[in-house]
Structures are given as structure tokens and as C-alpha cells.
């Protein structure tokens, strides 16, 4: 089993950074694909971020904004945002597992409980 703990989240200005850990627990996820969704009020949970390997996939709304990243000897995989606009405000889940495709499709076997970002205008 694996245990994903997201932080980092809060309230910021549109234009400003936030940086989002996600910590591992209970196993490495070295060779797991690891992403990030987000669900934001009335709207269904939406791909952001993945990361395998040295590969990263990123949702055309956050191209060249947000950059996803990891840290094998913390077990710990980050979402640095930048540039935020009063649209990213959503609740952010980190989500795991063995299969690249089942994190990109939301189906991934771990996922964390997710940290508020507000992003204010």
C-alpha cells in the first residue's frame, strides 16, 4: 500500500507561485507514474500533471505554467505553479500507481485527500 500526503496549498494572488509536495509513505513510488488532478466547484476531477521516468505530460491549460517534478530519496513528487490565474483554483490530488495510462485516465490505485488552492483575481 502506498500513502500520498499533499501540502502546500493556500491562497495566493493571480500571477503568484505555490509549490505542492505530495510525500509518499509505505513503499518507494521510484518506478511509479505520478500526477496530478484537480476538481474544482462544480466541475468534474481534471488531469493536470503526470510524471514517469524522466517523462511529463501536461493538460493544455497549464502548458508551460505548472511543472511537475520529483524527488526520489524524499519519495516525495511536486507541482510547482506558476503564473496562477483565478481558473486553477481547485482542490489538488496526487494520485499513483504502476501504470502511466490509469494515472492520466483518474483511475490510479492511490490517491492523497487533496489540498486547497485558491487563487484570488
Known amino acids: 500500500q502506498v500513502q500520498l500526503v499533499e501540502s502546500g496549498g493556500g491562497l495566493v494572488q493571480a500571477g503568484g507561485s505555490l509549490r505542492l509536495s505530495c510525500a509518499a509513505s509505505?513503499?518507494?513510488?521510484?518506478?511509479?507514474?505520478m500526477g496530478w488532478f484537480r476538481q474544482a466547484p462544480g466541475k468534474e476531477r481534471e488531469f493536470v500533471a503526470v510524471?514517469?521516468?524522466?517523462?511529463?505530460s501536461y493538460a493544455d491549460s497549464i502548458q508551460g505554467r505548472f511543472t511537475i517534478s520529483r524527488d526520489g530519496a524524499k519519495n516525495t513528487v511536486y507541482l510547482q505553479m506558476d503564473s496562477l490565474k483565478p481558473e486553477d483554483t481547485a482542490v489538488y490530488y496526487c494520485?499513483?500507481?504502476?501504470?502511466?495510462?490509469?494515472?492520466?485516465?483518474?483511475?490510479?490505485?492511490?490517491w492523497g485527500q487533496g489540498t486547497q488552492v485558491t487563487v484570488s483575481s
Open positions: 509505505g513503499r518507494t513510488v521510484r518506478s511509479y507514474a
Open positions: 510524471n514517469w521516468y524522466s517523462s511529463t
Open positions: 494520485v499513483g500507481d504502476t501504470s502511466t495510462r490509469a494515472v492520466i485516465a483518474g483511475t490510479g490505485a492511490y
